[in-house]
């Protein structure tokens, strides 16, 4: 058997990761051992680990990892403590495989105790452009220190290779997010109220914003002035997801909860878990804010997305996201523009740049080929791309 150690660190990531584990964990010849760290593990973010449990996913090991503070100090902190850690964890379980996703602080810290001890590593979604936060160098870092890729346009494929892995390492899978959406059985929208305690007879917005890592102090300018904009809308209802532990990610969350202290027309979370999230998208009219899933997941449902600043700067875009500065202003134009009849019509009829839900089989038949017919050799070499 091979082993496949599968990190995760945040619910949104989990959520990604899932139809994977399920997949890996039907095929015989695979010891799957999910490891969990990060947010998973704290009460203030939801304790998370426990959506895993009730999917029932068996954890490996739980490693704590976050400090009580979202400052930059205290993440480079976190980042120590996840390195000295997974460093005992790879030791006593010697994986054949460890399996990443995405671009947080934490995978990195990982992905680097991964390398010191010879692990292979599995990235999926390098090659994406995040230029408004800390995220996109740490995606490529990940790249750099990992052997499988996964991405989810060819776009991305090729800039994985212009970063200097071989095409032959290099596959285009697409979003594996779509494929929660067409494999997930949804609820009803009375089964959504019930399980939210939120009654949904007005149109409502998803909203969902985090931190702007790169830009000092703005997080906190820019999402008041979202919060300014949504109080013009007393005829819609908001749910807001909250923010993710990133620097300065609980100002948000604080921001949230004196929001809906005073407004009856908003209710928040710290996690929706996968079938509650992908079911609001699916009834709601918009979505607000600076997550990937508003590029990702929402066109797919045929709604429009209201992207706010630089956090998703250069990612492949539907033609049912509008851009917008996080200025009052611009957020309410933007806004008016997604609620006009046309717009609507138009995201109803957009095509979803990041796949038709056929990524883990995908994954699945390419670990088989390179685990057990030995075609795995740590030492790269830099491909060279050319341009033509």
Same mark, same amino acid.
């Given at each position: 058997?091979?082993?496949?150690?599968?990190?995760?660190?945040?619910?949104?990531?989990?959520?990604?990761?899932?139809?994977?584990?399920?997949?890996?964990?039907?095929?015989?010849?695979?010891?799957?051992?999910?490891?969990?760290?990060?947010?998973?593990? +704290?009460?203030?973010?939801?304790?998370?680990?426990?959506?895993?449990?009730?999917?029932?996913?068996?954890?490996?090991?739980?490693?704590?990892?976050?400090?009580?503070?979202?400052?930059?100090?205290?993440?480079?902190?976190?980042?120590?403590?996840?390195?000295?850690?997974?460093?005992?964890?790879?030791?006593?379980?010697?994986?054949?495989?460890?399996?990443?996703?995405?671009?947080?602080?934490?995978?990195?810290?990982?992905?680097?105790?991964?390398?010191?001890?010879?692990?292979?590593?599995?990235?999926?979604?390098?090659?994406?452009?995040?230029?408004?936060?800390?995220?996109?160098?740490?995606?490529?870092?990940?790249?750099?220190?990992?052997?499988?890729?996964?991405?989810?346009?060819?776009?991305?494929?090729?800039?994985?290779?212009?970063?200097?892995?071989?095409?032959?390492?290099?596959?285009?899978?697409?979003?594996?997010?779509?494929?929660?959406?067409?494999?997930?059985?949804?609820?009803?929208?009375?089964?959504?109220?019930?399980?939210?305690?939120?009654?949904?007879?007005?149109?409502?917005?998803?909203?969902?914003?985090?931190?702007?890592?790169?830009?000092?102090?703005?997080?906190?300018?820019?999402?008041?002035?979202?919060?300014?904009?949504?109080?013009?809308?007393?005829?819609?209802?908001?749910?807001?997801?909250?923010?993710?532990?990133?620097?300065?990610?609980?100002?948000?969350?604080?921001?949230?909860?004196?929001?809906?202290?005073?407004?009856?027309?908003?209710?928040?979370?710290?996690?929706?878990?996968?079938?509650?999230?992908?079911?609001?998208?699916?009834?709601?009219?918009?979505?607000?804010?600076?997550?990937?899933?508003?590029?990702?997941?929402?066109?797919s449902f045929g709604i429009p997305t209201i992207n706010i600043g630089d956090r998703q700067?250069?990612?492949?875009?539907?033609?049912?996201?509008?851009?917008?500065?996080?200025?009052?202003?611009?957020?309410?134009?933007?806004?008016?523009?997604?609620?006009?009849?046309?717009?609507?019509?138009?995201?109803?009829?957009?095509?979803?740049?990041?796949?038709?839900?056929?990524? +883990?089989?995908?994954?699945?038949?390419?670990?088989?080929?390179?685990?057990?017919?030995?075609?795995?050799?740590?030492?790269?070499?830099?491909?060279?791309?050319?341009?033509?």
């Amino acid at each position: 058997m091979k082993k496949i150690s599968i990190l995760t660190a945040t619910r949104a990531e989990y959520g990604l990761l899932k139809p994977i584990i399920k997949k890996l964990n039907d095929v015989s010849e695979f010891d799957v051992r999910v490891v969990v760290t990060g947010a998973h593990l +704290s009460p203030e973010f939801g304790l998370t680990y426990k959506e895993i449990e009730q999917d029932g996913i068996a954890i490996d090991e739980k490693i704590e990892m976050l400090l009580s503070a979202d400052t930059p100090t205290a993440i480079t902190k976190s980042m120590g403590l996840a390195m000295i850690s997974f460093a005992d964890y790879f030791e006593k379980l010697k994986p054949d495989m460890l399996i990443v996703l995405g671009d947080r602080y934490e995978t990195l810290a990982v992905s680097i105790a991964a390398m010191n001890q010879r692990i292979p590593i599995t990235h999926l979604y390098g090659g994406e452009a995040t230029e408004g936060a800390v995220d996109e160098a740490i995606r490529h870092a990940i790249t750099k220190l990992s052997y499988l890729h996964f991405t989810s346009t060819e776009e991305y494929r090729m800039r994985v290779i212009q970063l200097g892995e071989h095409p032959d390492r290099v596959f285009c899978v697409g979003a594996v997010g779509i494929e929660n959406i067409f494999n997930q059985n949804l609820m009803d929208k009375s089964e959504l109220e019930s399980s939210i305690g939120f009654k949904l007879d007005y149109p409502y917005a998803m909203v969902t914003f985090h931190p702007v890592t790169l830009e000092d102090d703005n997080s906190e300018v820019q999402f008041q002035a979202l919060l300014d904009v949504c109080r013009r809308y007393q005829n819609m209802n908001f749910i807001f997801t909250k923010a993710n532990a990133d620097a300065n990610g609980r100002i948000i969350n604080n921001m949230i909860d004196a929001y809906i202290e005073e407004n009856n027309n908003a209710i928040a979370f710290t996690s929706l878990g996968i079938i509650r999230y992908l079911s609001a998208l699916k009834y709601c009219t918009l979505v607000i804010g600076n997550s990937s899933s508003g590029l990702l997941e929402a066109p797919s449902f045929g709604i429009p997305t209201i992207n706010i600043g630089d956090r998703q700067k250069g990612r492949m875009k539907a033609d049912s996201v509008i851009d917008c500065e996080p200025r009052h202003g611009d957020i309410e134009k933007a806004i008016d523009l997604a609620l006009t009849e046309e717009f609507k019509d138009k995201a109803k009829k957009t095509d979803n740049p990041y796949g038709n839900g056929e990524t +883990s089989d995908k994954v699945i038949v390419t670990l088989k080929d390179f685990l057990f017919n030995n075609r795995i050799i740590l030492k790269k070499k830099f491909y060279n791309y050319e341009v033509r």
